[in-house]
């Protein structure tokens, strides 16, 4: 069974930072686009970056451009959002997600088939 787990999320306070990790198991995700998502309460889920399989390419979105940074380690089928000056805006559940069918960077939700249960980053102002 696939798994995909985030953890490192939390409470910080605004122009903090946070690492959030995802670790996958059952499945190898070297060859393939790795993504994170976030959800506010009430709003829709949004793409938030994507890296390319071989980590040489990134993509994303334009709310955190020059904030964030994913990054991979494929040796431990793992992928990691560092968030630096963090917002309140920031504020959501982040989700972890693997594609099956792709190796580029995507920015769409379908792309992905494999997704993580979420982890709560609170940024408070």
């Known amino acids: 069974q696939v798994q995909l787990v985030e953890s490192g999320g939390g409470l910080v306070q605004a122009g903090g930072s946070l690492r959030l990790s995802c670790a996958a198991s059952?499945?190898?995700?070297?060859?393939?686009?790795m993504g994170w998502f976030r959800q506010a309460p009430g709003k829709e889920r949004e793409f938030v970056a994507s890296?390319?399989?071989?980590?040489?390419?990134?993509y994303y979105a334009n709310s955190v451009k020059g904030r964030f940074t994913i990054s991979r380690d494929n040796a431990k089928n793992t992928v990691y959002l560092q968030m630096n000056s963090l917002k309140p805006e920031d504020t959501a559940v982040y989700y972890c997600?693997?594609?099956?069918?792709?190796?580029?960077?995507?920015?769409?939700?379908?792309?992905?088939?494999?997704w993580g249960q979420g982890t709560q980053v609170t940024v408070s102002s």
């Open positions: 059952g499945r190898t995700f070297s060859r393939s686009a």
């Open positions: 997600a693997g594609s099956g069918s792709i190796s580029g960077t995507s920015p769409y939700s379908y792309d992905y088939n494999y």
């Open positions: 890296i390319y399989w071989t980590g040489g390419s990134t």
